[in-house]
Structures are given as C-alpha cells and as structure tokens.
C-alpha cells in the first residue's frame, strides 16, 4: 500500500510541476475576459431546488492532520445542471455557443457530441448532467443564475456523508463504494436524480460525473497548501494529494489526481458541475 502511494504522490508532483510551467499568458488574458465578459452576460432563470448545508468544520484530505477547515452555511444545488439547463443557456448567450467560444475559455471538445449550436446530441436525456464544458462556461453559467460554483472545502465537506450521517469516511465501505462508482463507465448518459440523495439531501455526489469547483486548484504543494500563493491560481492545475492526512481513502486520491491534471479551459467527457449560493441564514 505504501509504494502504491508514494508512486501516486511522485507522480501528482511531476503533473503540477508540469503544469506550473505553463506560459501565463494565458490565465492573464482569461482573467481579464472574465472580467469584460460580465456585462454582456444575459439572466435566464433556474428552479432547481438548492438545499440548506449548515457548514461545520472538518479535516481536508490535504495538509496537517490536526487542522480543521471551517465550511460557513451556503447553499447547494441538489442536483447538477443538465442538458437542457445548458442548451437554454447558451441560446440566451450566443458567446458561449460551440462554434462561437474562444479557444482560451474551452478547448476543441467543447460540447462536442452536440449535433450543433443549439441540437444536444443524438439519443442524449435532457436531465442527464452537461460535460465536455470548461470552467469558464460553468462559471458563466452559474452568473446567469444568479448563483457560484461549490468551493473546493464546499464539495468535500458535502462529500463526507453517506445516506445516513455527516461525515461517512470512518466507515470501511465509504471509500470503496465510490471508487467503484468512480469506475463504472458512461454513467454521465443517465438522468440526475435517479438514485438516493445523501444525508445532505443532495443528489449524485459521486455516481454520475466529475464536478468543476470554484477554486479546483487551491492545493498546490507547499510548506503550507493552504497559504501558499500562486498568480492566478484560479486557472490552473489543481492541488495534489502529496500531504494526505487520509491515505486510505483511494477515491479521494482519484478527485485530486483530476483536479492537479486539468486547466479552466479543459472539457472532458464526464466532468460537469453544479452550483451554489452564499447565505446568511444559520440554522441549528
């Protein structure tokens, strides 16, 4: 077990080294479209039920093992945005249209099974999550909802739990339930909803895509991952898992072997997102 993880923590540290290398140009000049771009954003509207999680605070898969990560209420959506969701957006905003988006917001596969503009691709379900979008189109996505992306502590906080309790990952099953959902192949195909949601009353945590976070690289490996500053951190690679304080926990290591492999402008087959929302409400 222990070489399998040292192999696995080599190997994040090559990726992000790799990555670090990249030329800034690029997250410069998205920076400032993000920026520019906001103007000309147009509202559609969204009625997916967003649930109420109450925070706490909980140890990261990362770092020291004896520092908790506070997680402050906010709100989640219940379910990723679908097909449809996607299509009524870029309808409203012809920028993000496959044949129209700049290649520094989304590489070549952008929406790449769509048949067109505005025609999803053959046989796929309206209410089966979107992929094949970048982190810059969820980002616009979740503007024209009125609404943000999941921090990365957000996801993982709501990850913890099963069916049942909060926090699931003392249980020996938790872990490898996951990866062998993570393992099942086309499961993005299938419609949201269509299994049981988590103790949070959230749906398809992990039994149907890969999600986009705000800050899905925000533990890049320093002397202190959670204080290390990078320019531009919000677009490029993702943080490794070379300072685990969860090293049986395999799934996880799969989540962040992704996350330090992926830049802003990636889209992948089965990596879509979900959204949330601020909140001043506190509940006990």
């Given at each position: 077990?222990m070489k399998v993880l040292n192999w696995l923590k080599i190997l994040?540290?090559?990726?992000?080294?790799?990555?670090?290398?990249?030329?800034?140009?690029?997250?410069?000049?998205?920076?400032?479209?993000?920026?520019?771009?906001?103007?000309?954003?147009?509202?559609?509207?969204?009625?997916?039920?967003?649930?109420?999680?109450?925070?706490?605070?909980?140890?990261?898969?990362?770092?020291?093992?004896?520092?908790?990560?506070?997680?402050?209420?906010?709100?989640?959506?219940?379910?990723?945005?679908?097909?449809?969701?996607?299509?009524?957006?870029?309808?409203?905003?012809?920028?993000?249209?496959?044949?129209?988006?700049?290649?520094?917001?989304?590489?070549?596969?952008?929406?790449?099974?769509?048949?067109?503009?505005?025609?999803?691709?053959?046989?796929?379900?309206?209410?089966?999550?979107?992929?094949?979008?970048?982190?810059?189109?969820?980002?616009?996505?979740?503007?024209?909802?009125?609404?943000?992306?999941?921090?990365?502590?957000?996801?993982?906080?709501?990850?913890?739990?099963?069916?049942?309790?909060?926090?699931?990952?003392?249980?020996?099953?938790?872990?490898?339930?996951?990866?062998?959902?993570?393992?099942?192949?086309?499961?993005?195909?299938?419609?949201?909803?269509?299994?049981?949601?988590?103790?949070?009353?959230?749906?398809?945590?992990?039994?149907?895509?890969?999600?986009?976070?705000?800050?899905?690289?925000?533990?890049?490996?320093?002397?202190?991952?959670?204080?290390?500053?990078?320019?531009?951190?919000?677009?490029?690679?993702?943080?490794?898992?070379?300072?685990?304080?969860?090293?049986?926990?395999?799934?996880?290591?799969?989540?962040?072997?992704?996350?330090?492999?992926?830049?802003?402008?990636?889209?992948i087959a089965n990596l879509g997102f979900r959204c949330a929302k601020?909140?001043?409400?506190?509940?006990?």
């Amino acid at each position: 077990m222990m070489k399998v993880l040292n192999w696995l923590k080599i190997l994040l540290l090559v990726i992000l080294v790799s990555c670090n290398k990249q030329n800034n140009e690029l997250a410069i000049n998205a920076n400032n479209h993000s920026k520019s771009n906001s103007n000309t954003i147009h509202r559609i509207s969204s009625d997916v039920k967003m649930v109420y999680i109450p925070g706490g605070e909980y140890k990261p898969f990362y770092g020291s093992d004896s520092v908790l990560t506070k997680v402050v209420p906010f709100l989640l959506d219940e379910r990723a945005v679908t097909n449809e969701e996607f299509l009524a957006f870029v309808k409203a905003n012809p920028q993000w249209r496959k044949s129209n988006v700049k290649r520094i917001y989304a590489d070549s596969t952008y929406l790449r099974d769509w048949l067109s503009d505005t025609e999803l691709p053959k046989n796929a379900k309206p209410d089966a999550p979107v992929c094949f979008v970048s982190w810059f189109a969820a980002k616009a996505y979740a503007q024209t909802v009125g609404k943000r992306l999941p921090t990365l502590d957000e996801w993982e906080f709501v990850a913890m739990a099963d069916e049942v309790s909060p926090n699931a990952r003392t249980k020996p099953e938790y872990s490898n339930n996951i990866t062998s959902l993570y393992l099942q192949k086309d499961r993005q195909f299938n419609s949201v909803k269509q299994s049981k949601p988590n103790y949070w009353g959230v749906y398809n945590v992990f039994d149907l895509i890969w999600e986009w976070t705000d800050d899905f690289n925000s533990v890049l490996t320093t002397n202190d991952s959670r204080t290390g500053q990078y320019e531009d951190k919000n677009l490029f690679c993702a943080g490794s898992a070379t300072s685990s304080t969860d090293v049986l926990n395999y799934a996880a290591f799969m989540r962040f072997a992704l996350r330090t492999s992926v830049k802003a402008n990636y889209t992948i087959a089965n990596l879509g997102f979900r959204c949330a929302k601020d909140t001043t409400i506190i509940k006990k």
